[in-house]
């Protein structure tokens, strides 16, 4: 059974720094693209990064280029999103999700979530 | 920015009955649309890919369709578990979701 399971979130003064993982089973973690989804409060969902399966290629959403970093340890199973400058409007259930198909490079279609950790952002 | 919206934002029915959810972008996306359910207090679900491809272990009664800018999800017979809400999304340049359709029990 394919396993995602997210921790690190909480609450962080704007302008601080928080770094999510996500532990990741029941899948061969190394052949797979991963990526962080994240939902505003009451609000739709936002696609935040991606790192490729190799952790070679990283991709960014626009809103959080320069300020968060995604990473990846293919001998633990696990990948990192490490935010930094937080803003009042990065407060969401931040997902870590796998892609669809096994490839060195991503499909962007998202077809295991995790149960997602809270990151609240405020003063 | 590709912009989806989706239509109507909230869809009434009962079960048994059929549905359509539409997804119109503002450019061209190609088959590059997938579908999401999300139920409250879960992560959403993967349903449709590429348009049309069911994702594994999703019920025949969820078929989408579409090309271009125009999308559709369609259900042929509602079951008590489907009201939810559901997003489209696309990846033909970067990566963008639609605000959501609700769809609830009437």
Known sequence: EVQLVESGGGLVQPGGSLRLSCSASGFTFSTYPVHWVRQAPGKGLEFVSTVTSNGGSTYYADSVKGRFTISRDNSKNTVFLQMSSLRTDDTAVYYCVKDLLPSETYSHYFDYWGQGTLVTVSS | ?????????????????????????????????????????????????????????????????????????????????????????QRFNKITFGQGTRLEIK
């Open chain 2, 1 to 89: 920015e590709i912009v989806l919206t989706q239509s109507p934002a909230t869809l009434s029915l009962s079960p048994g009955e059929g549905a359509t959810l539409s997804c119109r972008a503002s450019q061209s996306v190609s088959s590059y649309v997938a579908w999401y359910q999300q139920k409250p207090g879960q992560a959403p679900r993967l349903l449709i890919y590429d348009a049309s491809n069911r994702a594994t272990g999703i019920p025949a009664r969820f078929s989408g369709s579409g090309s271009g800018t125009d999308f559709t999800l369609t259900f042929s017979s509602l079951e008590p578990e489907d009201f939810a809400v559901y997003y489209c999304q």
